[in-house]
């Protein structure tokens, strides 16, 4: 029985041997290779992952913040001191800024030039608190090329006065930053010969305007309503400021108003367009419901131009006597005025 044992497990061994060895590769193609019987590896710990160098610039911990991109010392410098110049003249720098980002990048020698030739035209400082914010562009205009010649022209074409010049430039300050060639002067001529005005330095303010954005709708849009040409373009030599109102804001309701409730002609606001200039809501609306209440039909420059107190008696001494007709000369007299 043992003997047998021994025989199993020694064939048994044999067998396991002959299985796990496997048989030598032999291939003329292919050398042969030699497992070696010993592998020494070393110690974990030994063991040093690569490193990656990273330049200088690139070092940085992680939890450090990256600071915002920001203009060159120089640039930042430059800024700093446009708005110490601007605060310096009590100027809302910031709304400058704001309204007209490209002020920014402006030299502050340009600025100061800018403001060096208005000082010298008889504007105040005080005056510049207004006319830089309502007008930025002045800040970015060349001195040289833009600013002086657009003052030459206000002096010597449109005849402005230089008493008046620090008056329509704190008014229109737009005025010197508009180009002699391309804007002032074809507005000029414009209103000189095409509407007639004759003193056009009253209505300076309106050559910064553009005759074909402005000036040409609303006198096309008169004409839609049922004017003549000739009766539009005597409003406009009347009241030039006409030019300036809103067509939807202003004529429309306004005129709306004027024919449907008024149930009053068209000629009456050819002689008098100053109806326009009037509030709808606070003015014409109100008064003329009190002349319906009294039973009066006044002229509408007794009925718009009077004070609220003047405006009373005078709708009381009409109430009680008969008022002149329309036909009659004291309806309207002289530039749509009532003879009183």
Not at 177 to 186: A, H, I, K, N, Q
Not at 233 to 243: D, V
Not at 317 to 336: E, H, I, N, Q, Y
Request: glycine share 2%; charged share 20%; aromatic share 10%.
């Amino acid at each position: 029985m043992q003997e047998t044992l021994l025989h199993i497990s020694s064939s048994t061994t044999a067998a396991t041997a002959t299985t796990t060895t496997p048989a030598p590769f032999n291939n003329p193609n292919f050398r042969s290779i030699t497992r070696p019987k010993h592998l020494h590896f070393p110690p974990h710990s030994s063991v040093k992952p690569p490193t990656i160098s990273l330049p200088p610039s690139l070092k940085s911990s992680e939890n450090e913040i990256q600071p915002a991109i920001s203009p060159p010392p120089s640039q930042e410098s430059q800024i700093h001191e446009l708005l110490l110049y601007l605060d310096s003249l009590g100027v809302d720098s910031f709304d400058c800024l704001n309204s007209h980002p490209t002020l920014i990048s402006t030299p502050l020698s340009q600025i100061k030039s800018t403001v060096d030739f208005l000082l010298s035209l008889g504007v105040a400082t005080l005056d510049l608190r207004r006319i830089f914010p309502m007008c930025p562009e002045l800040l970015t205009s060349s001195t040289t090329d833009i600013v002086i010649p657009a003052t030459t022209f206000l002096l010597r074409e449109a005849r402005v006065e230089a008493a008046d010049l620090r008056h329509v430039i704190h008014r229109r300050p737009r005025l010197l930053t508009c180009s002699v060639e391309r804007r002032l002067r074809p507005t000029l001529y414009f209103l000189q010969g095409t509407i007639g005005i004759d003193n056009v330095r009253k209505w300076a303010s309106l050559l910064s305007c553009s005759v074909e954005d402005k000036f040409i709708p609303r006198i096309e849009y008169l004409q839609k309503l049922g004017f003549s040409y000739r009766d539009t373009i005597a409003m406009f030599r009347r009241f030039p400021s006409l030019f300036c109102y809103s067509i939807k804001e202003n004529f429309e309701p306004k005129f709306d108003y004027f024919v449907v409730e008024m149930g009053r002609e068209l000629k009456e606001l050819v002689a008098f367009p100053q109806y326009f200039s009037f509030s709808l809501e606070n003015r014409v609306k109100p008064r003329h419901r009190m002349c319906v209440e009294k039973g009066v039909c006044l002229a509408l420059p007794t009925m718009l131009k009077l004070s609220d107190e003047r405006f009373r008696e005078r709708l009381e001494v009409f109430r009680s006597s008969s008022a002149p007709v329309r036909a009659s000369p004291l309806w309207f007299a002289k530039d749509g005025d009532v003879i009183t």
